[in-house]
């Protein structure tokens, strides 16, 4: 199985993100024309918190058997910020989207996950967790353009969305020639932990 643990977003989050994507192609396709942009499908957009990747049906029910407990996390409210590019120098690869507000809550929850992540031996991300959602991956290199589009992402509007985050979920990647599609396991809840509430 191919998991992966991430924040769901709303309607009008995705409505947003859909204006986002339109207005950056607008801008970055005159800049560096014949760019290969696959844009991730409306319904997979989604906040990760934890990439798994492939393990066994094994690993999997240990994974879902420390999750599903609730998060000692209140929920938080979350706001876009506005679009960039990984990495932060040389050819563009991947656009996303930051957190305006959540961002530090959403790292903490991050924490949390991680640690019941290595009671059962998943070993730990090697790299520092960055919230951020991913509207879209160049398909192949875009040549010397990569500062232009840095430039051009700033353009973009960003509406001022806020959602309610009140869980996360674990959710199954299944790989086909038409792209992914995503299946919700378990949800895990934020909590108070002072009043057991979200």
């Given at each position: 199985?191919?998991?992966?643990?991430?924040?769901?977003?709303?309607?009008?989050?995705?409505?947003?993100?859909?204006?986002i994507?339109?207005?950056i192609d607008?801008?970055i396709?005159?800049?560096?024309?014949?760019?290969?942009?696959?844009?991730?499908a409306?319904?997979?957009l989604?906040i990760?918190?934890?990439?798994?990747?492939h393990v066994?049906?094994?690993i999997?029910a240990?994974i879902t058997g420390?999750?599903?407990?609730?998060i000692?996390?209140?929920?938080?409210?979350?706001?876009?910020?506005?679009?960039s590019v990984?990495?932060?120098a040389g050819?563009?690869r991947?656009?996303?989207?930051g957190l305006?507000?959540?961002?530090?809550?959403l790292?903490?929850?991050?924490?949390?996950?991680?640690r019941?992540?290595?009671?059962i031996a998943?070993?730990?991300?090697?790299r520092?967790?960055?919230?951020?959602?991913?509207?879209?991956?160049?398909?192949?290199?875009v040549?010397g353009?990569?500062?232009?589009?840095?430039?051009?992402?700033?353009?973009v509007?960003?509406?001022?969305?806020?959602?309610?985050?009140?869980?996360?979920?674990?959710?199954?990647?299944r790989l086909?020639?038409?792209?992914p599609?995503?299946?919700p396991?378990?949800?895990?809840?934020?909590?108070?932990?002072?009043?057991?509430?979200?």
């Open positions: 199985m191919r998991l992966f643990i991430a924040v769901d977003l709303d309607d009008a989050v995705r409505e947003a993100c859909r204006r994507s339109r207005g607008k801008r396709r005159p800049i560096a024309s014949g760019c290969d942009l696959k844009w991730v409306p319904e997979n989604h990760t918190v934890r990439f798994i990747g066994s049906d094994e999997a240990g420390v999750f599903v407990a609730p000692p996390q209140p929920g938080f409210e979350a706001a876009l910020d506005r679009p990984f990495p932060p050819a563009p991947v656009i996303w989207v305006a507000e959540g961002s530090e809550q790292r903490l929850v991050h924490d949390e996950v991680e019941r992540l290595q009671t998943v070993p730990a991300e090697d520092a967790f960055t919230a951020h959602l991913t509207l879209a991956r160049f398909r192949a290199p040549g353009a990569g500062a232009a589009i840095r430039r051009a992402l700033g353009d509007p960003v509406a001022a969305i806020r959602w309610p985050v009140r869980r996360v979920t674990l959710y199954e990647s086909s020639p038409k792209g599609t995503y299946r396991l378990v949800y895990a809840p934020l909590v108070s932990a002072h009043t057991g509430r979200g």
